[in-house]
Nanobody
Framework: HVQLVESGGGSVQAGGSLRLSCVASGSGNRHCMGWFRQGPGQQREGVARIAKTVPTYTDSVKGRFTISKDNAENTLYLQMNSLEVEDTAMYYC?????????????????WGQGTQVTVS
């Protein structure tokens, strides 16, 4: 089972930047990792995912967010630049032995508790 702990959220003004981190531990397979978010009154949506190939992003964050992974440190990152009010959400890290599509949220096996990002 994989344990995931997110950090790095906070409050920032529009146009600012934040970097989220997700530390993974445990013996489960985390071949693919991703970031998801859930805004107030909204459904959870996929933001970005990364495995061994080119990372994928949802359209609304392309060119602004960058996902990366440090395998030595078992840490997943999400660099968020040019933040917009619409990016306000709880951000979650997820992992899976496969690499489900960002739309297939129910197929991701392991989840963290989330870190709040507020843009004003």
């Amino acid at each position: 089972h994989v344990q995931l702990v997110e950090s790095g959220g906070g409050s920032v003004q529009a146009g600012g930047s934040l970097r989220l981190s997700c530390v993974a531990s445990g013996s489960g397979n985390r071949h693919c990792m991703g970031w998801f978010r859930q805004g107030p009154g909204q459904q959870r949506e996929g933001v970005a995912r990364i495995a061994k190939t080119v990372p994928t992003y949802t359209d609304s964050v392309k060119g602004r967010f960058t996902i990366s992974k440090d395998n030595a440190e078992n840490t997943l990152y999400l660099q968020m630049n040019s933040l917009e009010v619409e990016d306000t959400a709880m951000y979650y890290c997820a992992a899976d032995r496969n690499c489900p599509h960002l739309r297939n949220i129910g197929d991701w096996n392991s989840w963290g508790q989330g870190t709040q990002v507020t843009v004003s």
